[in-house]
């Protein structure tokens, strides 16, 4: 038995498309990752995407467009990958990281509202294992008290919230296409907003700072540089992967809520194991369990060659720079903590067949508890 905790969904034909734009010699600045930001746009339904060289470097983007600074705090979860900090941290401004909400992982208001002062400048949320934040209520906190909002869509893309898709509520959503990730570029990310002069700014900063795309230049090397930049550029081989990926997607998602569903339905069984109920606007990065003794799972999940992952095993706030940085103690995460010792990721994933679904179900039935 090898069963893998994440398999992309390349196929023969996308490493063929692969080929061809090595062959041709046009590897970045093409129109490949026009298209690719073009399905994009269009399966979330917003209004402006940019690809990305990665999540992180997309948040970056968005926390500068943002305006956050030196003496700016932004709260954000405990609950999060590091990326999510760092992009914060870049910027000269602070992060205020929080506890989370103890069923869904993710900050609510009531955590945000016992967290605010008037040095907060901004909150990131981030969609926990593809379970969409409460938005809403979020948002018109963040409006009434003039505070920028931006989304860490990471692990959510296909995930919604009031039938809008997440990333379009904040400034800006912000998306991974790593590897274990519902798609990939092998490293890669893309940027979401419906704010037209944000767009423009962060476009400008994702390539140097220079004035014109190579599109738009009329002479080789005619373009001036306003400001700083980055090169956060995604190449052409990797839009044409997301680019594949990205038109059948949907299939991809319908494919991982049955098998969600199926993990539901045959792990209810055991009363100890704990998960969130079943909502069709869960995009199923992952299939998240809380057992009180994990280790003994994840020991049979071994010797049984299952993949898994721990989301995370180390919040934020016991990372070393941050605990010194901010002295920050356990006492303060309580519910971040317990969310850290209990969960398991299992895999989810177009190619997992339900018989693998039934076997890494059977095993874990057998031994939580």
């Known amino acids: ?18 080929e061809k734009i090595l062959k041709s010699g046009w590897l970045t600045h093409g129109q490949t990752t026009k298209n690719f930001e073009k399905e994009f746009r269009k399966f979330t339904n917003s209004k402006y995407s940019l690809t990305t060289s990665s999540c992180t470097s997309a948040l970056h983007l968005a926390c500068i467009g943002a305006g956050f600074k030196k003496n700016d705090e932004v709260i ?10 760092h992009a914060v941290e870049y910027t000269g401004a602070s992060v205020k990281i929080v506890d989370v909400d103890k069923l869904t992982g993710n900050l609510n208001l009531g955590i945000i509202k016992k967290n605010y002062s008037k040095k907060v400048k901004g909150i990131i949320i981030v969609h926990m294992s593809g379970i969409a934040n409460e938005v809403k209520k979020i948002l018109k906190f963040c409006k009434d008290n003039n505070i920028k909002l931006i989304e860490d869509c ?9 039938n809008r898709h997440v990333g379009n509520f904040g400034l800006a959503g912000c998306f991974s296409f790593y590897p274990t990730k519902q798609i990939t570029t092998g490293e890669g990310g893309m940027l979401i907003t419906n704010n037209k002069s944000f767009f423009d700014r962060v476009k400008n900063l994702k390539a ?9 230049r009329k002479i080789p090397g005619d373009y001036d540089v306003n400001s700083i930049g980055y090169n956060y550029r995604m190449t052409e081989f990797q839009s044409s992967l997301g680019l594949d990926q990205i038109k059948r997607y949907k299939k991809n998602l319908f494919k ?17 194991i704990l998960f969130k109920k079943y909502s069709q606007d869960f995009s199923y990065f992952v299939f998240q369990i809380f057992v009180n003794n994990r280790n003994e799972v994840i020991s049979e999940l071994n010797k049984n060659k299952i993949g898994f992952s721990i989301h995370y095993l180390n919040p934020l706030h016991n990372l070393s720079y941050y605990k010194k ?11 971040t903590e317990i969310y850290a010792k209990k969960n398991i990721s299992l895999p989810v ?7 693998e679904v039934d076997i890494i179900s059977k095993l874990i039935i057998k031994i939580a508890r």
Do not use: W
Request: charged fraction near 30%; glycine fraction near 2%.
């Open 349 to 355: 994933y177009k190619s997992l067949t339900i018989k």
């Open 1 to 18: 038995m090898n069963i893998k905790f994440a398999k992309p969904d390349i196929l023969k034909k996308d490493i063929k498309n692969v």
């Open 256 to 272: 991982r809520k049955i098998v969600a569903k199926r993990y539901i339905y045959n792990l209810k069984k055991n009363k100890q």
């Open 208 to 216: 140097f700072g220079i004035s014109k795309d190579i599109s738009e």
């Open 154 to 162: 990471a692990h959510a893309l296909g995930s919604y919230c009031n």
């Open 76 to 85: 954000i979860p405990s609950m999060t990958h590091v990326a999510t900090a």
């Open 325 to 335: 940085r901010y002295s920050l103690k356990k006492v303060n995460f309580k519910n």
